[in-house]
């Protein structure tokens, strides 16, 4: 129990463990409105920046989202699909080179292991996290904490925003599942989920690619 409370999100333990009935018990993001702030900008010489990206699959959206270091804001957004991979490795990789030569981390899981691997030889400063059963809760539980602590902020991206209000959770035979309703995306919620576990991790120094089961 004490082991969850260190790792879940506040409002999901209290729900799971003390059975407490909480407003919007299952969504994942507490506090979205009041991170919003601020707009869009371009690079600033000199400034460090982390870009996250979630690869479409099927029918989803590839978003890019590129978060300022020194200030943890979102200043940088893109969001398309049905653009063949090289177009979209492409896309990557000048968005990348716009922001300073950006620090990139993706999703390289499943259709994104072999454009990781592409990305890689032709943009250096990239990073993949696999994701999984096992690496999706604290890439998740890792923003969540950032947006209930008012730690990172974001212009009011309607589909960002959208996707933040709606993601939820199920307890699933005694395991947390992290997920959207059917039907819906997640693809702005994992881009910025990526970009906020470098902030968190990477530059501590421990390592970036996780590779789950």
Known sequence: MEAARATLPERVWMQEFLALFLEDVGAVFRNVDACIGGDLEEPIPGRRYVL?????KHRDF????VVDMDSWRVVAFDRFQKLDWP???KRIVNFAMKYNRAQVIMDSTGVGDPTYDDLSREYPRVEGYRISAATKPPLIENLSVMIENGEITYPEIPDLINELKIFGYENKNGRI??????????????ALALACWHLRVGPRGKPLLVCGP
Do not use: K, M
């Open 52 to 56: 996250g990206v979630d690869l479409a």
């Open 62 to 65: 590839t978003v890019l989202i």
């Open 87 to 89: 177009f979209q490795r």
């Open 177 to 190: 599942t992290y997920e959207t309703p059917q039907g819906y995306h997640d693809d702005c919620v994992i």
